[in-house]
Structure formats: structure tokens, C-alpha cells
């Protein structure tokens, strides 16, 4: 009796598992699941100065400058002599060099008393290109003596005083002044 009793249970347990199963297969048939495999990744910008080789010269009558993109290409370093009379307008091109396409945003200027950034057109669809405008002329104290120097009249003044005009002159162009510009160029996401 007790066998049978046994034999019951067990009949028993494996009606309840080979039911549970029937269930579960059940509700895994009317339950079907949908799934999105997304898969991407973010875009940078990277505007960085172009040059026709690493260092570019740029020498005139009255003076030479070197134009250097640094190792990152983000700054431009202008460095050179030249007289007080220099005025050259320089070429410089901003190449986008990421993945998303930019366009320019905004300006901003730092000591640029001596030069004069202008923005050009588009030379292609991820390049710029801008004018730099370097002269000396620009400097306030250079006007007031070159206004100086204009002023003088040969006929009423004495000898004494032309040729003192003449060493303020000398010694205006013996003197060695330092110029120093910074222009930031802001740029954003644009199509």
C-alpha cells in the first residue's frame, strides 16, 4: 500500500511537470519579443590650418615673415622682421579635418592692432580661406610720427629743425618694436 501510495505521488509530480512545460511552451508561442541592434558612433571637428608645405616664407622688400602650423594644426604661428612699412596681405587656409562638416562661427581678436583678419568665400566645401593683413602702419604711435614727418615743410623750417625731424626718423627706424596678434576662429556643426 504504501507503494502504491508512492507510485501515486510520483504519477502526480510528473502530471504537474509535464503540465508546467505544456504551459510554458504555450506562452512562449504567444509571446514573441522585438529587438533593435543599435550600433553607432559620434562624430568630431577638427579645424586645422593648410599650408603648401610645412613652414611657409613669405619675404618681400620690406621683410620676411614664417608662417608654421603647429604639430596639431589648430594654431597658426606668424613670425618674422620687417620694416615699418610692411603691408602684405597673406593667404591662410582652414581645412575641416574631422567628420562632421563645420562652418565658421564667430571671431575673436587680441592685440591685433598691427593686422586685420578678413574672411573670405568658401574655396571648397571643407575648406576656408581668410585674409591676414599685417601692417605695421596700423600701430597708433607710427601714425602720430609719420603725421609728424608729413607736416614738415622744408621751406619754412630751419636747418636745425629738418634735421632734427630727419634723426627722429632714423631713430624711429632704428628702434625695434614688438607686435604681437592673436585671433581666435570659432568654429560649429553645420551642413
Known amino acids: 500500500m504504501r507503494k502504491i501510495k508512492l507510485l501515486r505521488k510520483k504519477f502526480i509530480f510528473i502530471c504537474i511537470i509535464f503540465s508546467m512545460s505544456i504551459t510554458g511552451v504555450g506562452y512562449a508561442a504567444w509571446n514573441d519579443d522585438a529587438a533593435i541592434n543599435l550600433s553607432y558612433k559620434t562624430g568630431f571637428i577638427d579645424p586645422v590650418f593648410?599650408?603648401?608645405s610645412s613652414e611657409s616664407i613669405i619675404?618681400?622688400?620690406?621683410?620676411?615673415l614664417s608662417l608654421t602650423p603647429s604639430q596639431n594644426g589648430n594654431t597658426?604661428?606668424?613670425?618674422?622682421?620687417?620694416?615699418?612699412?610692411?603691408?602684405e596681405n597673406i593667404l591662410v587656409k582652414i581645412m575641416d579635418d574631422g567628420t562632421i562638416p563645420t562652418v565658421?562661427?564667430?571671431?575673436?581678436?587680441?592685440?591685433?592692432n598691427v593686422s586685420e583678419l578678413n574672411i573670405n568665400k568658401n574655396i571648397n566645401k571643407n575648406t576656408e580661406s581668410y585674409t591676414l593683413?599685417?601692417?605695421?602702419?596700423?600701430?597708433?604711435?607710427?601714425?602720430?610720427?609719420?603725421?609728424s614727418f608729413s607736416t614738415f615743410n622744408e621751406e619754412s623750417s630751419s636747418l636745425e629743425q629738418q634735421i632734427e625731424i630727419l634723426r627722429e626718423k632714423i631713430n624711429y627706424y632704428s628702434k625695434e618694436r614688438k607686435y604681437e596678434f592673436e585671433y581666435k576662429l570659432s568654429f560649429e556643426q553645420g551642413l
Open 104 to 112: 565658421f562661427n564667430e571671431l575673436s581678436e587680441k592685440k591685433g
Open 50 to 52: 593648410i599650408m603648401d
Open 133 to 147: 593683413n599685417i601692417s605695421p602702419n596700423n600701430d597708433e604711435e607710427l601714425m602720430q610720427l609719420y603725421e
Open 76 to 87: 597658426l604661428i606668424v613670425k618674422g622682421e620687417v620694416y615699418p612699412d610692411f603691408n
Open 59 to 64: 619675404t618681400v622688400k620690406n621683410g620676411a
